[in-house]
């Protein structure tokens, strides 16, 4: 809205000279008022519009040139941004990966020697913890490598991918009590590929359905869909879980960010960031829509390659 408005701002600005100058010019021909002449064998008038011409170029070369100095400073404010980031979770998982390490070699010794139940499960539980803050590091650490990383582009078969985080989702022990389907189309052609790095698809796709199996109850229906409409590869994800409150669905794909229902349910809080950070590296689009107490869907659309 406010650029908008700045663009409507600078027209104004730029052809406001043009104005005044024909304002002028036509109020002296109106006969009103003698009208001067000059030895240049131009009227006044003439004169007035012709110097409103020549300041307004002037006006909209600068705003011109203003405007993608403001752009350009955005742009290098926005890579100094990134690149801050970038510094700070290297440091951190510099600093980290050493200490935790050694955290899990010395509970998993601990664990093995102690034979008193109530202290194993403590030290289970802290073990836990230790492999959470480590994915969360490794995750931030993939999150920030995106942002400089060139995509190894290739043809990706889409239907391979989909099929290959299918069988991985359904060796984890929730997904026995899920009901997890693949549609793919065949008729009356399958898939056609799309351009991309098939490596990074795969971890966005993967994310998708094992978020949707996190969220789910047993019980619960997976549904992954895949279409195509001319243009673009289609994929859903739905499924019959509990929903994500309204007020919350702007916010899923921040950093870190999880929801009051997200609470007691394992993850690092980056899932979905990194899954959008993917898709919009290959010029894709995403959007999620959800009921409380029927379900998510979340629709990724990639460009035919």
Same mark, same amino acid.
């Given at each position: 809205?406010?650029?908008?408005? #700045?663009?409507?701002?600078?027209?104004?600005?730029?052809? =406001?000279?043009? $104005?005044?100058?024909?304002?002028?010019?036509?109020?002296?021909?109106?006969?009103? @008022?003698?009208?001067?002449?000059?030895?240049?064998? !131009? %009227?006044?008038?003439?004169?007035?519009?012709?110097?409103?011409?020549?300041?307004?170029? $002037?006006?909209? !070369?600068?705003?011109? !040139?203003?405007? #993608? !100095?403001?752009?350009?400073?955005?742009?290098?404010?926005?890579?100094?941004?990134?690149?801050?980031?970038?510094? @700070?979770?290297?440091?951190?998982?510099?600093?980290?990966?050493?200490?935790?390490?050694?955290?899990?070699?010395?509970?998993?010794? &601990?664990?093995?020697?102690?034979?008193?139940?109530?202290? #194993?499960?403590?030290?289970?539980?802290?073990?836990?913890?230790?492999?959470?803050?480590?994915?969360?590091?490794?995750?931030?650490?993939?999150?920030?490598? =995106?942002?400089?990383?060139?995509?190894?582009?290739?043809?990706?078969?889409?239907?391979?991918?989909?099929?290959?985080?299918?069988?991985?989702?359904?060796?984890?022990?929730?997904?026995?009590?899920?009901?997890?389907?693949?549609?793919?189309?065949?008729?009356?052609?399958?898939? +056609?590929? &799309?351009?991309?790095?098939?490596?990074?698809?795969?971890?966005?796709?993967?994310?998708?359905?094992?978020?949707?199996?996190?969220?789910?109850?047993?019980? %619960?229906?997976?549904?992954?869909?895949?279409?195509? %409409?001319?243009?673009?590869?289609?994929?859903?994800?739905? %499924?019959?879980? +509990? $929903?994500?409150?309204?007020?919350?669905?702007?916010?899923?794909?921040?950093?870190?960010? #999880?929801?009051?229902?997200?609470?007691?349910?394992?993850?690092?809080?980056?899932?979905?960031?990194?899954?959008?950070?993917?898709?919009?590296?290959?010029?894709?689009?995403?959007?999620?829509?959800?009921?409380?107490?029927?379900?998510?869907?979340?629709?990724?659309?990639?460009?035919?390659?």
């Amino acid at each position: 809205m406010k650029s908008r408005w #700045r663009m409507k701002h600078h027209g104004l600005i730029v052809l =406001l000279p043009i $104005g005044i100058g024909m304002g002028l010019s036509l109020i002296l021909n109106s006969g009103l @008022f003698p009208t001067p002449i000059v030895y240049l064998r !131009a %009227d006044v008038g003439a004169l007035l519009v012709l110097i409103g011409i020549l300041l307004s170029i $002037g006006l909209a !070369a600068w705003s011109s !040139a203003w405007s #993608r !100095a403001r752009k350009n400073v955005a742009r290098e404010a926005r890579w100094w941004a990134a690149e801050d980031r970038r510094r @700070f979770v290297r440091r951190l998982d510099h600093e980290l990966k050493n200490p935790l390490t050694a955290i899990r070699a010395g509970l998993a010794n &601990v664990t093995a020697a102690d034979q008193t139940q109530p202290r #194993r499960e403590a030290l289970r539980s802290v073990e836990a913890q230790v492999l959470r803050i480590s994915r969360l590091t490794a995750d931030l650490r993939k999150l920030a490598e =995106l942002e400089t990383r060139t995509l190894e582009m290739s043809p990706v078969n889409l239907a391979e991918v989909l099929q290959q985080v299918v069988a991985l989702t359904q060796e984890k022990s929730e997904a026995d009590t899920r009901r997890l389907t693949l549609t793919l189309p065949q008729a009356p052609w399958p898939l +056609p590929p &799309v351009q991309g790095d098939r490596d990074l698809l795969l971890l966005a796709l993967h994310n998708l359905i094992d978020n949707a199996l996190k969220f789910t109850r047993p019980g %619960d229906t997976i549904e992954v869909r895949a279409s195509e %409409d001319g243009s673009s590869v289609v994929i859903e994800v739905a %499924d019959t879980g +509990p $929903g994500i409150p309204e007020a919350e669905l702007p916010h899923v794909w921040e950093e870190l960010y #999880r929801g009051e229902r997200a609470r007691g349910v394992p993850g690092s809080g980056l899932g979905l960031a990194l899954v959008r950070a993917i898709i919009d590296q290959h010029r894709g689009h995403i959007i999620m829509r959800s009921l409380v107490n029927h379900g998510t869907v979340i629709t990724l659309r990639l460009p035919v390659g």
